[in-house]
């Protein structure tokens, strides 16, 4: 080692992650809403993290009205399935942000606090 360099105890190693001591909290402070679920197809269906509840598969029962502007209150990346038949209760948290959501089964694309529901009557109607 030359004179000029030292040795740091307990330094950063460069790319390193260092957490702390605990368990991390996901969503707190945020709403939180419980729904009763069930899977009423003859296939499995996943929900990812992230995905607008109320858009979910249609052959999921649930409160819909109830869950606009919420999805799974999961860790990022993850999803929850349900199999055929299998009903059970699960926890949702409200979207962040504005709430402005788009995409999915394109039943929002906006402002949740300004979505206008299309109810499956609604839109057979329409068809006629």
């Known amino acids: 080692m030359s004179d000029n ?3 740091v105890p307990n330094a950063f190693i460069p790319g390193e992650l260092q957490c702390a001591e605990g ?4 969503n707190v402070g945020k709403p939180i809403l419980s729904v009763s679920v069930a899977n009423l197809g003859d296939r499995p269906i996943q929900i990812g ?16 009205e109830a869950t606009l502007g919420y ?3 999961i860790a990022a990346g993850t999803a929850t399935r ?7 209760t699960v926890e949702l948290v409200s979207f962040g942000g504005t709430q402005t959501i788009y995409g999915f089964q394109g039943k929002v694309m906006g402002s949740v606090g300004q ?3 299309v109810t ?3 839109s057979r109607e329409a068809g006629k």
């Open 23 to 26: 368990e991390i909290e996901l």
């Open 71 to 73: 999805r799974l209150n």
């Open 49 to 64: 993290s992230h995905y607008h509840f109320f858009e979910a598969n249609d052959a999921l029962e649930f409160e819909r």
């Open 5 to 7: 360099q030292q040795v």
């Open 115 to 117: 979505a206008i529901l």
């Open 82 to 88: 349900f199999e055929p038949g299998q009903a059970r």
């Open 120 to 122: 499956e009557t609604d």
